[in-house]
């Protein structure tokens, strides 16, 4: 599973005597429901992240019957916090009932569903031992933005990229390409995903999937 290959990439990387700054992994500790999908900006981009944002949400709520306080959005960058709960509060989601928590203040928490917003910047350690926690921290369905800082491109961040071709044989790996000077998206899928719709996964869950 993909928690088990950013695991052994940590530890190709540094080392098993790093070990510690990664939750252990139990028996069994993995991500159970649909496969995990992870949206990649190579550069960021407000509106594509509000637009991936909204959809994740909107599938959550209309496909599986979960409530607010059962999904946990999970970021490292307040001001793209900030940018979820404008987001959701204009489409009319009671925000004060979903849980918004930097990633720093997860190693206890954990939810049915998971949508992890994730900056990258460059520093390595940190990056794979959030990204490895955050993602252990949905026990169901994850769904992860992925996207560099500032302007700088993710093509720079090579141990991202490096881990993102051994991640896509287990997820779907959703590419977008997102114009440097306006708006636009391209969006390309190593799945074979044809849409970042709500129809494109409504039936791979049911609200028993979430259940203990």
């Given amino acids: 599973d993909i928690l ?9 990387k540094y080392g098993s005597g790093l070990l510690n700054m990664l939750p252990l992994q139990e028996s069994g500790h993995f991500v159970r429901g649909p496969i995990t999908t992870i949206h990649v900006l190579n550069r960021s ?6 637009k991936l944002l909204f959809n994740e949400c909107k599938l959550l709520f209309n496909t599986s019957k979960l409530t ?10 307040s001001d793209i916090a900030e940018l979820a709960v404008d987001t959701l509060s204009r489409e009319g989601y009671n925000t004060d009932s979903i849980t918004l928590c930097h990633c720093d203040a997860t190693y206890s928490a954990e939810w049915p569903a998971v949508i992890l917003l994730f900056g990258v910047w460059g520093d390595e350690v940190s990056e794979l031992t959030h990204l490895y926690l955050c993602i252990s921290r949905a026990r169901v ?12 491109t993710l093509s720079e961040c090579r141990h991202i990229t490096g ?3 051994k ?3 287990l997820a779907h790996v959703i590419r977008h390409d997102c114009s440097s000077d306006d708006n636009s998206d391209s969006s390309s899928d190593r799945s074979d995903l044809s849409s970042v719709s709500s129809e494109s996964d ?11």
Wanted: proline residues 4%.
């Fill in 4 to 12: 088990s290959v950013i695991r052994s990439e940590f530890i190709n």
């Fill in 45 to 50: 981009n407000d509106l594509l992240l509000n």
């Fill in 163 to 165: 881990l993102l071709e």
């Fill in 141 to 152: 369905r994850c769904t992860v933005l992925l996207y560099p800082w500032s302007r700088d």
């Fill in 202 to 212: 409504s039936s791979d869950y049911t609200l028993g999937d979430f259940s203990d």
């Fill in 68 to 77: 607010n306080s059962d999904i946990g959005i999970v970021h490292r960058d």
């Fill in 167 to 169: 991640l896509e044989p």
